[in-house]
Structures are given as C-alpha cells and as structure tokens.
C-alpha cells in the first residue's frame, strides 16, 4: 500500500468506527487491549517475565505502571528494535540541527520530544503507525472530518510546531495540503508566508496563535476555518483574546510522545481518544482531577502500555451533546509540577477548605496542592493584569512576575488571599520579572521546582 493509500485506509477505518456507547467502548478497549498485551511479553524484553492473568482487567493490572524515568531507563527493552536511547538520540539531534527532521534507524523515524523538564527523550514511529496517526488526526481535525466528504472537500493545514516530524509529512498530497512551520522561527517571522497559504486548519501552540490573532488584528488576510491550540496548556484568558482576533473558536489536540490522546469535537469539548488509547485514571482528592495513565492501543514499535504522564487532567461531567461516547476534559490544566504546594492552615484559622485546595484530609502543616487554575484565576482577576509568571521554589514563598510590573502589589495581595481562602498558609510573595523565553520553550506560567513529597500529598 502506499503511503497515501494507507493514510486515507486509516481515515476511513476512523470515520467508519462505530463506538455509539460505552458498552461498546468498553468492548473495543477490551479487544485492543487483549491483543497488545497478549504480542508484548514477546516484542518487548522488558515485559518478558510480567505473569498471565485471566481476564483483560488483571491482564493490565500485572503490567507495572512506568514513569517517565522508567521509560527512559528501560528504553532498549521498550521497543521492537532494542534501539538504544543514546543511538536514537544521536540521530534525532543530529537531523534536528539541520532543521530536516528525518531521523530514522532501523526502519523507524525518531521524533525528540520537547523535554520541558527532565531528561530528553525520543519517540520512534514505523510508516504504517505514522499513516494510522495523519488517518485518525485528518477525521477528528479537518473541517468536516467525520462527516461524508471531509476529506473530499480537502484543505490547507498549517502546522506550527517544534518539528516538521514525519507524523505530518504523510499527509502532505492530494486534496489536503500540508505546510509545516518551524517553531524554532519567531512566530512574527511565519506571517506573511501564513497569509499566502491561506490555511483552513491553523494548529499551533497558544503563544503563536495569539501573535497571529494580533497580526489579523492590524489586517492580515489569515482567516482559517479550524483554529487548535496544541503543545501547551490553552489558557482561558489567551483562549479568549485567540476567538477575539481570529473570529473562530479555539479547539484543542491534545497530543504527547504517549500518543494522540485527544481532540475537541464539532461541539469544541476535549475528548479523550479512547478508540485509541486506554485511559486509567489516578484520582486526586478532590475527585475532579486526575492523573491518566496511559497505554496505546495500536503502537508496535514503542510499547506504551501503562505511563504515567505529568499532566494534570480535569474531568468534565455529562454526556456532549455531540453524542461521542468518549470522556470528557474540562481542562488539561498543566503538568504535575504546574501545581503548587502550600502547608495547611492550622485548624481554627481562617476559612476552611474551598476553592483551590484538595480538600480537608491530612494535618495541619501538611503541604497541600493549589492548582494551576486557581492561581490564574487570582492574578489575571486583577484589574489590568495581563500577563504574568508564578514560580514557586519552597512552600513557603514564590516568585511573582506580572505585567504590567506596576500591577504587582495587587496580584500578590489577591494571590495570598486565594490561597487562604483555601484553608492554606499563604507564602511570601516576591517580585521578579517576566523573562524572554526561547522559541521552542513552552510557555507555563505557573511552576513548581521543588519535587512532590510523595506520602499523602501527591497532586
Ligand atoms: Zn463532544
């Protein structure tokens, strides 16, 4: 089969997937998961001695949950190849510093994630699962996707992202045009050449979509269909100013090195892509949120079965009037150390567990999460705020950037009394700037340095 062969099977084979509930999601996961299970005990030395188990629920249950580190520690005995990291590595930097993105060894191409923190890791994806991904990506991204003709109609997808990646060039014939821009280039750099394309579909990362909303704002003809946010967290406040200046709803992918895990639909709610990964959820404590644990229930050439992501997820609730099946997000609020941690107050002190805290468990002094979200509701809910950077080194104090600076006092205030409010010790609040940040590094606004105590306190 051909490559654009293969990419337009899989499209199909998505548009044609009939999951009406969650019986029959079930069912499917069930199946998928049996069979990638069953081939992994002999594809990946790492799982060679994991025991069998009787049903599909124990199956899963006797594989190890994997953290990132674990990934990268065991990543020759995680793949079909047994390619080492440091092979892999090599390879991808190489094809990186000459801005061609194709890697490949062994027959597979080599992405290197973005590593925000931590060590930097690569992800290897053979043809056939690049085609599957453009396929399933094409159904739930292009206008008209999962309708009849979607991809008849065609269109021009602009692409802003770290790499040109494989994963996209599958796609790039036919009916649907492809152009990738680099996101290494200053995003102002990318507008004239945007504005020749004229794309439908506008993918990028929240900071480049508000630069090109500002752009269409002083009159560039960029006038896309579809607009996703993608590689960051959507902020609400730059979700808004996006709408404001492109005149279209923002909708998100929800992406990782872990697999294409989800997409908003027709009705702009984030899905998760349960069709194609398995989701296991760890709950926090204020059962809203979650940490998912995720295993790929089609990738060969990576095992990617039970990983533990950094993220931060935060459930919806209700069925989508779009009538998907799949869960809903409310939000993918940022990766675990976006959360803060703070003591708890002591008992008798101001105001009890409320908004912003996980609740009343544990003692006082115990250190607590405050999430991302409500930080971002505290400073940017003060007049005249419009950017800003929290970063926190200790439990007791952080780092607070806004700009405008004069506007400093105000949000530090609102920041303190938020975290009061929610029954935890406010810290000291420092003044700093708003730093000038890489092209390719992401922007977070709310950071933590210091790691999780795990007992009791894990956000
Ligand atoms: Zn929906």
């Known amino acids: 089969m051909t490559n654009r062969a293969a990419v337009v099977a899989a499209y199909a084979a998505a548009r044609l997937r009939r999951l009406p509930d969650r019986a029959a999601v079930e069912a499917w996961q069930g199946r998928r998961l049996r069979r990638v299970l069953t081939a992994a005990r002999e594809r990946y030395p790492f799982y060679r001695d994991v025991p069998w188990a009787d049903s599909p629920a124990a199956q899963l249950a006797a594989f190890p949950v994997l953290e990132k580190a674990d990934a990268v520690a065991h990543f020759a005995d995680l793949n079909d190849r047994g390619l080492t990291l440091a092979a892999c590595l090599t390879a991808a930097r190489a094809a990186e510093a000459r801005r061609d993105f194709t890697a490949s060894l062994a027959g597979v191409s080599i992405g290197l994630s973005s590593g925000t923190s931590g060590r930097q890791t690569v992800f290897l994806t053979s043809p056939a699962e690049r085609a599957r991904w453009a396929g399933e990506a094409l159904a739930r991204l292009l206008p008209g996707g999962m309708e009849r003709g979607g991809l008849v109609r065609g269109g021009r997808v602009a692409l802003v992202l770290r790499a040109g990646g494989p994963l996209y060039e599958s796609v790039g014939s036919g009916r649907v045009a492809f152009r990738f821009f680099d996101l290494a280039v200053p995003a102002e750099e990318h507008v004239a ?267």
Not at 264 to 291: A, I, K, M
Not at 292 to 308: E, M, W, Y
Not at 330 to 339: L, T
Request: net charge negative; hydrophobic share 45%.
């Open 193 to 459: 050449a945007l504005a020749s394309f004229r794309p439908t579909v506008l993918a990028a990362p929240p900071h480049v979509l508000r630069v090109v909303a500002g752009a269409v704002g002083r009159g560039a003809p960029i006038a896309p269909e579809r607009v996703l946010s993608v590689a960051e967290v959507l902020d609400p406040h730059d979700r808004r100013a996006i709408e404001a200046g492109l005149g279209v709803r923002v909708d998100q992918v929800y992406q990782a090195t872990e697999g294409f895990l989800g997409a908003s639909c027709g009705e702009g709610r984030l899905h998760l892509n349960e069709d194609l990964v398995l989701v296991e959820r760890e709950w926090h404590d204020d059962g809203r949120r979650f940490t998912p644990v995720v295993t790929d229930l089609f990738r060969t050439t990576q095992a990617v079965i039970r990983r533990r992501l950094d993220d931060v997820l935060v459930a919806g609730d209700g069925a989508c009037p779009c009538g998907s099946p799949f869960a809903v997000l409310d939000a993918v609020e940022g990766r675990a150390d976006d959360v803060l941690l703070f003591r708890r107050a002591v008992a008798g002190g101001e105001a009890g567990a409320g908004a912003g805290s996980s609740g009343a468990t544990g003692a006082p002094g115990d250190l607590r999460p405050f999430y991302a979200d409500f930080v971002r509701g505290a400073v940017l809910g003060v007049d005249g705020v419009a950017d800003f950077r929290v970063t926190q080194h200790a439990p007791g104090s952080v780092a607070l950037a806004v700009d405008p600076a004069h506007a400093f006092p105000a949000a530090a205030a609102a920041l303190r009394a938020a975290v009061v409010g929610a029954g935890l010790m406010p810290p000291e609040v420092e003044p700093a700037a708003i730093t000038p940040r890489a092209p390719l590094e992401k922007v977070r606004r709310v950071r933590r340095t210091f790691p999780i105590e795990r007992e009791g306190s894990r956000p």
